[in-house]
């Protein structure tokens, strides 16, 4: 069973950068493609961004629009979703979620795709 727990939230100023962290547990990181997902206030849950399980690979939804990087330490097993130029639109409720992807080349961004995911962390971008 995996653990995930997200941190790095909170209020910023639209313009501003943020990074996110999820710490995993419980399972062997190097193991598991590793995504960000978040869910807006009236929304359903939307894919970020995924990064393959050894870092190599990575694919981000249109809207990010070269503002967020995904990344991952496997030493620490510890996936990063950095955030630049936020705006008010991507206010949410950001997750982060593992995917078992030893017999898999393929990255998911469907949720349903990813069996554990963490409590969240709430970015709240506003002036």
């Known amino acids: 069973q995996v653990q995930l727990v997200e941190s790095g939230g909170g209020l910023v100023q639209p313009g501003d950068s943020q990074r996110l962290s999820c710490v995993a547990s419980?399972?062997?990181?190097?193991?598991?493609?590793m995504g960000w997902f978040r869910q807006a206030p009236g929304k359903e849950r939307e894919f970020v961004s995924v990064?393959?399980?050894?870092?190599?690979?990575?694919r981000y939804a249109d809207f990010v629009k070269g503002r967020f990087t995904i990344s991952r330490d496997n030493a620490l097993n510890t996936v990063f979703l950095q955030m630049h130029s936020l705006q008010s639109e991507d206010t949410a409720v950001y997750y982060c979620a593992a995917r078992y992807a030893v017999l898999s080349n393929s990255l998911y961004v469907r949720g349903k795709e990813y069996a554990y995911w963490g409590q969240g962390t709430q970015v709240t971008v506003s002036s």
């Open positions: 990064i393959s399980r050894s870092g190599s690979t990575t």
């Open positions: 419980g399972g062997t990181f190097s193991q598991y493609d």
